[in-house]
């Protein structure tokens, strides 16, 4: 949760619009990164998707409504590629390596089927996840 001091309330502060998200109920994703097999595109996407659902049924778990990020703005579409109910926060910023923005993406089943279903997962990917399996009928 995003009760304590977290990157974007004390690093980027400046890249959202209005006050900083923050609460028991927001939590916060950062450095999500897979390493780049180019051999293997399509097992990469597949790990990536596995994180972020793994991100989603850990908060879904956990009582969590908010996931709030800092990312590139070239994942923006890959965000709403993974079907998600999602917004962005603030203005795109500059920085050193690039142009980032900040998001906040709602912690929902609809979501979490979403990104299982955008990367061919169909069931839970954590161990002990209350969080159910898709239908293959849906």
């Known amino acids: 949760p995003t009760t304590e001091p977290h990157l974007l309330s004390e690093v980027f502060p400046h ?30 996407r597949h790990v990536a998707g596995e ?11 956990q009582g969590g409504e908010w996931i709030t990020t800092m990312l590139d703005t070239f994942y923006v579409p890959r965000m709403r590629q993974n079907g998600w109910t999602q917004e962005l926060i603030g203005p795109p910023t500059q920085y050193d390596e690039g142009i980032a923005v900040a998001a906040r993406i709602l912690v929902t089943e609809q979501n979490l089927c979403a990104s299982r279903a955008a990367h061919g997962i169909a069931g839970p990917v954590l161990l002990d996840n209350p969080a159910p399996a898709i239908s293959r009928a849906a």
């Open 15 to 44: 890249t959202v619009s209005g006050p900083v998200p923050r609460g028991p109920a927001i939590f916060e994703m950062t450095r999500y990164f897979t390493v780049p097999n180019a051999d293997d595109r399509k097992r990469q």
């Open 51 to 61: 994180l972020l659902c793994a991100m989603l049924e850990y908060c879904l778990a």
